[in-house]
């Protein structure tokens, strides 16, 4: 089983709202990435989570906060987002050289 | 800074082979191939490492140039499934128990019947 799962799917929120974007992955991987993608342009990394802890953060504003709870599951909890940070966001897991990627939540924030 | 991909954009018809390529600036330890439809998750095809090596899988094969910092992804006899968007993620260390990947521009293919 190579599945990486996402909630939701769909998210809308205003700008003043607080909600979470959910990532699960049941391969044992130890390795978990989120990354965000604009329409018509390639997956940029945001995150990257190794053995539960924080290994990279690309600058990423404090309004998008990474947890990770345990090796299964990783969370992205957003915060006072804007416009501009209307995109697709994907998270992946990985163990040796190949990421998997879940089927992302699209993100709108009015 | 963002491997460069050529072309941007090709449609074939089905049966014909294409060619896409990936340029980094930077020395590169690895190149990972992925395939994207239209809002969905990218899916991984092939990863190559440095040494210069080729790999093929089914109809789909790439080739990776350590010195020119290139890779090419090869696509023979299309199939209509093989339409999406193509992205090589690039590696410049290795042996972290991750992979920092940075996406290249990315190539749309449309292959039509």
Known sequence: DTEVTQTPKHLVMGMTNKKSLKCEQHMGHRAMYWYKQKAKKPPELMFVYSYEKLSINESVPSRFSPECPNSSLLNLHLHALQPEDSALYLCASSQGQTQYFGPGTRLTVL | ?113
């Open chain 2, 1 to 113: 800074q963002q491997p460069v991909q050529s072309p941007q954009a090709v449609i074939l018809r089905e049966g014909e082979d294409a060619v896409i390529n990936c340029s980094s600036s930077k020395a590169l330890y690895s190149v990972h191939w992925y395939r994207q439809k239209h809002g969905e998750a990218p899916i991984f095809l092939m990863i190559l490492l440095k040494g210069g090596e080729q790999k093929g899988h089914d109809k789909i094969s790439a080739s990776f140039n350590e010195k020119k910092q290139q890779s090419s992804l090869y696509l023979t006899a299309s199939q209509l499934s093989y339409s999406g968007t193509y992205f090589c993620g690039t590696e410049r260390g290795g042996n972290t128990g991750f992979q920092k990947l940075v996406f290249g521009t990315g190539t749309r293919l449309l292959v039509s019947p």
